[in-house]
């Protein structure tokens, strides 16, 4: 099937790239002629693991072009629209921009039996009031809901192999044809068991949105349990391990640390609770702000802890922060929490020095006021205390005592709770967990 995929961002060049590794001849079009180019000559314009390989793969078999003009949409059967919906600027209402653009931009191109597939983060109502736009500009084509599950550093198996599929359509004939033409499109993986969905629009959109929320209040909680924890003298870490071992709760999520960020969880639970207000039910998510007020403590209490490390006060302290992504296999810094604690400690007074394998060269876009260093060993040098706030492998894996040899004072925090606690404490250093005694 021919099938085209507006926005090449981090969701529309993981999604391109897969549709044609299932055996579809895809073009993908953008209007950023760089990220463009790079796409064309085999380069993923992002780090993810997985996608190099898998362009130049696909690309060698002649299925999968790139393109800056909508018009080179038109001929093709399914057309997936994956543009960004990011906050909108002083509020916490999604920014449709983009969204509304594309379609707009598509419209004059589609022909009667395509089918135009929005797979952006939307809220509620956006699916029908777009519909009803195609109707007017492109009659006889049909507009259908495909929302994306991927995680950051797994999307390519994310995409080839999802969890489940959630197909968004109207009723009647136009529904069915919009079912057929996405069963087909996802004929592999459905024909390897992967379930799917069929429902209407709006349930369709706030599949996303409320798995989000449900992910990002998981986090909270563990993290509120946390604040506890250090109340107590408790183990967040243990207390996760036993309620996790209930079925009905599941250890995953429960990870205490410095809290979630990204281009995701963030902006989708703040959307979801301005669309909840537009619609009337804002009562039914106020606790959505307490979510978002507990993950956003998280970082002051990072700032906190690592000026007790410090002796009670950062000034002249020359800290390392380890990460800059908001989470590893990703070059993602988008409200990275590890660049807001790593700021927030320089305001008071702190020398910051922050390392990443993968994430610099968006930091510096982002805090051109921190330094930065790629080579782990120099960053660590001369070192007052470390803050661990992005899980990669590499610092995961550090040997305490050659770290010892590096820094100048033995003081770490592990902001993410994946040290081995003993270890460090072992090679001499104070070590400082999150909820942990």
Request: aromatic letters at 6%; hydrophobic letters at 45%; charged letters at 25%.
């Amino acid at each position: 099937m021919r099938i085209s995929v507006i926005g090449c961002g981090y969701l529309g060049a993981v999604h391109a790239a897969s549709m044609a590794k299932l055996g579809h001849e895809v073009i993908g079009i953008d209007v950023d002629e760089r990220k463009i180019s790079d796409l064309q000559a085999g380069r993923a314009p992002f780090f993810e693991p997985g996608l190099p390989e898998l362009l130049t793969e696909v690309q060698e078999t002649g299925r999968l072009s790139f393109s800056t003009s909508m018009a080179d949409a038109e001929g093709a059967r399914v057309h997936f629209v994956c543009v960004g919906t990011p906050q909108r600027k002083g509020e916490n209402a999604a920014d449709l921009t983009y969204v509304d653009s594309a379609f707009n931009e598509l419209f004059p191109y589609l022909r009667e039996g395509d089918i135009a597939v929005g797979k952006s983060t939307v809220p509620v109502g956006t699916a029908a009031r777009l519909a009803g736009l195609a109707a007017d500009k492109a009659p006889g084509a049909v507009l259908a809901w495909n929302p994306e599950f991927l995680r950051e550093g797994h999307a390519v198996k994310d995409t080839l192999t999802p969890d489940r599929f959630v197909y968004g359509i109207p009723a009647g004939p136009d529904g069915d044809a919009a079912t057929e033409a996405l069963d087909e499109v996802y004929a592999t993986p459905l024909a390897t068991g992967t379930p799917r969905l069929v429902v209407d629009y709006a349930t369709a959109e706030l599949v996303k949105t409320a798995a989000n929320s449900f992910l990002a209040t998981k986090i909270s909680f563990i993290n509120a349990m946390a604040e506890v924890c250090e109340a107590t003298g408790a183990d967040v870490t243990a207390l996760a391990d036993a309620i996790g071992m209930d079925e009905r709760i599941g250890r995953k999520f429960l990870n205490a640390g410095v809290g979630f960020g990204g281009g995701c969880l963030p902006k989708d639970i703040r959307a979801f609770m301005a669309r909840a207000g537009e619609l009337g039910a804002d009562q039914a998510l106020t606790f959505l702000r307490e979510v978002d007020a507990i993950n956003m403590r998280r970082r002051s209490r990072v700032v906190e802890l690592t000026r007790d490390l410090c002796g009670g006060s950062l000034i002249g302290k020359r800290i390392t922060v380890l990460g800059a992504a908001f989470k590893p296999e990703s070059d993602d810094v988008r409200d990275s929490p590890a660049l807001s604690v790593a700021a927030q400690l320089q305001l008071q007074g702190a020398t910051v020095t922050v390392t990443d394998p993968e994430a610099l060269a968006g930091a510096k876009i982002r805090f051109p006021e921190l330094s930065y260093e790629p080579d782990t060993k120099t960053a660590l040098a001369r070192a007052h205390a470390l803050v661990l706030l992005t899980e990669w492998k590499e610092y995961r894996e550090l040997d305490p005592a050659a770290v010892g040899n590096l820094v100048d004072e033995k003081n770490i925090l592990d902001g993410r709770n994946v040290l081995d606690p003993a270890a460090w404490r072992e090679a001499g250093f104070t070590y400082k967990g999150i909820g942990r005694p």
